[in-house]
């Protein structure tokens, strides 16, 4: 079954605009990752966190995680329209190599 | 480097088949696992194979089943295809035990 729960399942939103994904996990993890889908394709891996970390950030992605809360948020900062596509949270279970139990995924729409 | 190339890209089957599916991973990365990725269910883990050694694998029937070769390369077989098998089949490969995965197009799998 699934680890992950996404919220909300799509979001629209205006270029420019900021997006905020959150995605709450079930049990105790190595790291958690995120992951963008365009259309149906291949997974694009975007950024990882570990547990014991609990902010990072890469270009005009913010990755948050608090694992007392068992939950994570990624924020898009300043969005593009090309920033329209499915993006998952996935987590490694702990002592769980190799595996990632994904959310449901939120679709994100940035209007131009 | 290459990325991860799947084949084929796309298949079309009749119920009671069998099909096999292949992944070339990145060059250097020794573990490959696999995904079925449906509207329903979402993105549910396979298996994961590492240095030809299947490693963890998912909630699924003894129907499908795979392997990895000594140069990486892994294969997925599916035997007696269901309707439900319709999925979208994507492989990644990783570097390390619990890193990022990087995916692989997927191969869209039609049962009729």
């Known amino acids: 079954s699934q680890q992950g729960e996404e919220d909300p399942q799509a979001l629209s939103i205006q270029e420019g605009e900021n997006a905020t994904m959150n995605c709450s996990y079930k049990t105790s993890i190595n790291n958690l990752q995120w992951y963008r889908q365009n259309s149906g394709r291949g997974l694009v891996h975007l950024i990882l966190i570990r547990s014991n970390e609990r902010e990072k950030h890469s270009g005009r992605l913010r990755v948050t995680l608090d694992t007392s809360k068992k939950s994570s948020s990624l924020l898009i900062t300043a969005s593009r329209a090309a920033d329209t596509a499915s993006y998952f949270c996935?987590?490694?279970?702990?002592?769980?190599?190799?595996?990632?139990?994904f959310g449901q995924g939120t679709t994100l729409q940035v209007k131009p | 480097k290459a990325g991860v190339t799947q084949t084929p890209r796309y298949l079309i089957k009749t119920r009671g088949q069998q099909v096999t599916l292949s992944c070339s991973p990145i060059?250097?990365?020794?573990?490959v696992s696999w995904y079925q990725q449906t509207p329903g269910q979402g993105l549910q883990f396979l298996f994961e194979?590492?240095?030809?050694?299947?490693?963890n694998k998912g909630n699924f029937p003894g129907r499908f089943s795979g392997r990895q070769f000594s140069n990486s390369r892994s294969e997925m077989n599916v035997s007696t295809l269901e309707l439900g098998d319709s999925a979208l089949y994507l492989c990644?490969?990783?570097?390390?035990?619990?890193?990022?995965?990087?995916f692989g197009p997927g191969t869209r799998l039609t049962v009729t």
């Open positions: 060059s250097g990365h020794r573990s």
């Open positions: 990644a490969s990783s570097p390390g035990t619990v890193a990022e995965q990087y």
């Open positions: 194979y590492f240095s030809e050694t299947q490693r």
């Open positions: 996935a987590t490694v279970p702990s002592g769980n190599t190799g595996k990632l139990i």
